[in-house]
């Protein structure tokens, strides 16, 4: 079935660096864009970054532009994202979502991982 | 932006009875590209409606979704123990797609 697993979380010190991974199954990565999505303890959904289905457009929250790198290896059916100079207000869980539509990058969200928790604290 | 604002914040209900939650978009949402999610606590989303009114894949009929332009509803005919969670809306019309504050369902 489809599937999404996010690894790569943990406790990380503010200006600190961490790499988030998402691995895919049971649909054909290589076709859909891709979202990470965070949500702060007890708060919202906040969307943070999206990249196109072959990696080529991405586009970021402003509240992680230029620190944030969101990437894919759809060789490796993975989404990544890179997380540097990280702040307190950056922790939370982050999901990876799938887009519900081929070759899109602003769509709603089919499938979603079950989240990786990240939390920044000196 | 469109910003979406969810109303009530929290809708007190008994099983069995009618769930009416709103999103009220700050400008229109073009193509009723308009999405609920539910998410039940420690878990992931859960895509229930798109395009404003269509379920998803395996969302019983109890669930619906309506509404256009700024004013949207979903609507859970009859609440079900499994129901009572938190419910997001999400409009994906436009850059950035962002989300409602949503509205925690729980049990009178």
């Known amino acids: 079935q489809v599937q999404l697993v996010e690894s790569g979380g943990g406790v990380v010190q503010p200006g600190r660096s961490l790499r988030l991974s998402c691995a895919a199954s049971g649909f054909t990565f290589r076709r859909f864009g891709m979202k990470w999505v965070r949500q702060a303890p007890g708060k919202g959904l906040e969307w943070v970054a999206v990249i196109s289905y072959d990696g080529s457009n991405k586009y970021y929250a402003d509240s992680v532009k230029g620190r944030f790198t969101i990437s894919r290896d759809n060789s490796k059916n993975t989404l990544y994202v890179q997380m540097n100079s990280l702040r307190v207000e950056d922790t939370a869980v982050y999901y990876c979502?799938?887009?519900?539509?081929?070759?899109?990058?602003?769509?709603?969200?089919?499938?979603w991982g079950k989240g990786t928790t990240v939390t920044v604290s000196s | 932006e469109i910003v979406l604002t969810q109303s009530p914040g929290t809708l007190s209900l008994s099983p069995g009875e009618r769930a009416t939650l709103s999103c009220r978009a700050s400008q229109s949402v073009s193509s009723s590209y308009l999405a609920w999610y539910q998410q039940k606590p420690g878990q992931a989303p859960r895509l229930l409606i798109y395009?404003?009114?269509s379920r998803a894949t395996g969302i019983p009929d109890r669930f619906s979704g309506s509404g256009s332009g700024t004013d949207f509803t979903l609507t859970i005919s009859r609440l079900e123990p499994e129901d009572f969670a938190v419910y997001f809306c999400?409009?994906?019309?436009?850059?950035?797609?962002?989300f409602g504050g949503g509205t925690k369902v729980e049990i009178k």
């Open positions: 395009g404003a009114s």
């Open positions: 999400q409009h994906y019309s436009s850059s950035p797609l962002t």
């Open positions: 979502a799938k887009m519900g539509l081929e070759w899109s990058t602003i769509y709603y969200m089919d499938v």
